[in-house]
């Protein structure tokens, strides 16, 4: 930190990076300071018996050369790995020798270069005495000095700033944040995401568009911010520290907390409250949840089926049936009909109730389907969360688009790729007359929109497109990100309805609050007072750990950042940057918040905690157990389905958490239907438990046909049920 500068231009190396590198070469290069000069003497010792005499002298070059070439390189490498191990991050003055070993090494580069051609050219004559392994020795090394060439050339290539200025005035210091966004910066991203997009997206025109969206946000993002890869991996994992300490408090607060609030902190005794649509319960979302799972398809049924979630798709396929008509409500699919078999599985809903499925999965084209539920006498269109790398280019378009369609507000703005993506449905809807044609059929139905993930943030958007024709239109979102604007907020909290649960991050994920980790994560470099490699060494946080040792020292009014651009990581102080002015540059986007009326559920060890929440709670983003883990949908939906039992929760009654029973275990090795359903909490794992099955069905597979009765045990440590005993019909 920051970046070395090597020819005047900067590079995306820091010199605390030569650690690994010098490491590196050091156990590369040291084998072959054994090997050669044990051939070598050999060689000489056996010369005389050669006939051949004309190759001695260029054997005689190569040999002597190679050792010394290798030693060279060895030298170097444990120069730079000893170099390396001086300074903090935030110091690199004491590794300034790095800088000169890397040119070092540049120039016995050159050398190893010509000695590979070298040995080419013996090995192409081949007219030398094989005495005791020289010709494996000359072709070994020369294949290695060939891949060490071309490791060097594509390190070069791509850890070489080729955009970065050469030329730089004299006592000028380059700040981390510079008002312009560099060209060269948004090419690098480009290039950057193509890599990473290009082979595992389908091409379109807005494929290429989502790119440059996305390339322009990370150049503004990083804004000109002199860090390498390593040093934004020390900076998280620093910033993490900082957040585990945090929520250590946090946690003790939660647990303390009455199982209902409001969002201005006031204890409810029941939920919803009087001032929430009648709607706006529980119930309503743990039904629409379990549905809304079914765009998932069967990716989502087999991961939560493993063991015998193909078996009990397989009747639902429509292989082999080349003469049956293709559906004509259903596009995008298999010819198995793989993923209607895993929305049906999942739903249980019957054909004749699907109204229209989609399946196509595009940037700024979501899958999505459209339904009807009996049991809620509603018209449910239900968009799918982000699943594939066109969904996460859906994602990181996040550019503001202005919301100009019929009855949205004036001055509404929201995340650019997902109103793309909701205009796409909406015209579908349209084109195809879907909603038209559902109320016709059931015109007392409410219409419904549900999502969880990018489907709940496409959801909430599409809700206000479809606003003014259906003013009543309800929708239930799962874990969004933020999407609107604070002009747009006020619009929704009559018709959305939002359920957040535990530590989920995606909440959290708008431009403000990654723009503001990206500052504290700078800070906690500066106040550092380790190396780098002793973050990445340093065990998790613990209070009796001593903290000049295992963690950073803070520096309070240390505020300054910045560098110098001669070669080398810097010569002089840190320029002074004021970090709560942040970055001065052209405004394109703003902050986003999450949509609508929001609830956020949170389980502990005495209970079920239920928050009424602001959008304005969810900055700034920080890192805290669970917070990927949390997003994942089955944690949400097991919870909705404990507390959505009834339409109203008591503060007093609220249900805790279920215990881990026997069932849920039995049900990862056998379809959950076949074992009985009887809670045994887990203290009774130790006992064999009689499981008898119910009465055989068709979805039941035929071990029921053979078997009457199972009996399962438990290992000692309790972790992995074992198959005792089991019964066939005609004995045991």
């Not at 950042?561 to 940057?577: A, L």
Request: aromatic fraction near 12%; proline fraction near 5%.
């Amino acid at each position: 930190m920051p970046g070395m500068r090597l020819f005047g231009r900067r590079c995306t190396l820091a010199t605390d990076d030569f650690i690994l590198i010098g490491f590196l070469d050091c156990f590369a290069f040291l084998p072959w300071l054994g090997w050669i000069p044990v051939i070598y003497a050999s060689y000489i010792k056996h010369r005389s018996e050669c006939e051949l005499i004309q190759n001695t002298v260029l054997l005689d070059v190569c040999l002597p050369g190679l050792c010394v070439l290798f030693f060279l390189n060895w030298i170097l490498g444990a120069l730079s790995l000893i170099f390396s191990l001086k300074g903090t991050i935030s110091e690199p003055e004491p590794r300034r020798h790095v800088v000169t070993v890397v040119y070092l090494k540049l120039i016995v580069g050159i050398f190893d270069v010509v000695w590979a051609i070298l040995g080419t050219v013996v090995l192409a004559r081949n007219n030398f005495c094989d005495i005791i392994g020289l010709s494996l020795l000359i072709e070994v090394c020369t294949i290695f000095q060939w891949v060490v060439t071309f490791v060097r050339l594509f390190a070069i290539f791509t850890c070489y700033d080729w955009n970065f200025s050469k030329h730089t005035k004299d006592g000028v210091a380059k700040e981390y944040f510079t008002t312009p966004v560099r060209k060269g910066t948004f090419k690098k991203w480009n290039l950057r995401l193509q890599t990473l997009f290009l082979w595992c997206t389908t091409p379109s025109e807005a494929r290429k568009q989502a790119l440059e969206t996305a390339s322009e946000l990370m150049a503004l993002l990083s804004c000109d911010l002199d860090l390498v890869a390593s040093d934004v991996i020390a900076g998280l994992l620093l910033y993490r520290q900082k957040c585990c300490k945090k929520w250590k408090s946090e946690k003790e607060s939660i647990k303390l907390a009455p199982p209902i609030l409001s969002a201005d902190g006031e204890k409810l005794e029941e939920f919803p409250p009087p001032t929430f649509q009648s709607w706006m319960n529980l119930q309503f979302a743990s039904r629409y949840m379990n549905l809304g799972l079914g765009v998932f398809g069967w990716p989502w049924f087999v991961y939560r089926n493993i063991t015998c979630g193909f078996c009990l798709l397989f009747r639902r396929l429509t292989c082999c049936f080349p003469c049956r008509a293709a559906s004509k409500i259903v596009f995008g699919d298999n010819c198995c009909g793989c993923n209607l078999a895993g929305l049906q599985a999942t739903t249980e809903l019957e054909y004749e109730d699907l109204v229209h499925v989609s399946f196509v999965d595009k940037v700024f084209e979501v899958p999505f389907f459209v339904t009807y539920d009996h049991q809620t006498k509603a018209v449910i269109v239900a968009a799918r969360g982000t699943m594939s790398m066109n969904d996460v280019l859906t994602d990181v378009a996040a550019a503001f688009a202005c919301m100009d369609d019929p009855g949205c507000p004036p001055g509404a703005l929201c995340h650019g790729g997902m109103l793309t993506a909701s205009r796409e449905i909406k015209r579908k809807l349209e084109e195809h007359g879907i909603l038209d044609r559902a109320f016709q059929e059931y015109p007392d139905y409410d219409l419904v929109i549900t999502g969880h993930s990018l489907g709940a943030s496409v959801s909430s958007i599409l809700t206000l497109l479809l606003k003014e024709k259906y003013p009543k239109v309800r929708c239930f979102a799962f874990a969004p990100a933020p999407t609107l604007n604070k002009t747009a907020l006020p619009f929704t909290f009559q018709n959305i309805f939002t359920v957040i649960y535990g530590n989920d991050s995606v909440c959290y994920l708008n431009y403000e609050n990654i723009k503001t980790m990206v500052l504290e994560m700078v800070k906690c470099l500066k106040e550092c007072k380790l190396p780098k490699y002793k973050v990445f060494m340093a065990k998790e946080y613990q209070e009796d750990v001593d903290a000049e040792e295992k963690h950073c020292k803070s520096e309070p009014d240390s505020k300054n950042y910045g560098t110098n651009v001669s070669d080398g990581e810097n010569g002089e102080p840190f320029m002074k940057i004021d970090l709560e002015r942040g970055c001065e540059f052209p405004v394109v986007t703003e902050s986003v918040y999450v949509a609508g009326t929001i609830v956020h559920l949170r389980k502990t060890e005495e209970g079920y905690r239920l928050k009424i929440s602001k959008a304005d709670d969810y900055k700034p983003l920080s890192f805290r157990p669970k917070s990927i883990l949390d997003h994942f949908p089955q944690y949400l939906q097991a919870s909705l389905n404990q507390l959505g039992k009834t339409p109203v929760l008591n503060a007093s009654s609220m249900p805790k958490p279920a215990k881990e029973k026997i069932t849920d275990k039995l049900s990862s090795v056998w379809p959950r239907d076949i074992v009985q359903k009887k809670e045994v909490d887990s203290s009774n794992f130790s006992e064999m438990l009689p499981l008898r099955f119910k009465d055989p069905t068709p979805l039941r597979i035929k071990f029921l046909q053979l078997c009457t009765t199972i009996q399962f045990g438990v290992s000692s440590n309790k972790n992995s049920i074992k198959l005792v005993t089991f019964q066939y019909a005609g004995g045991p």
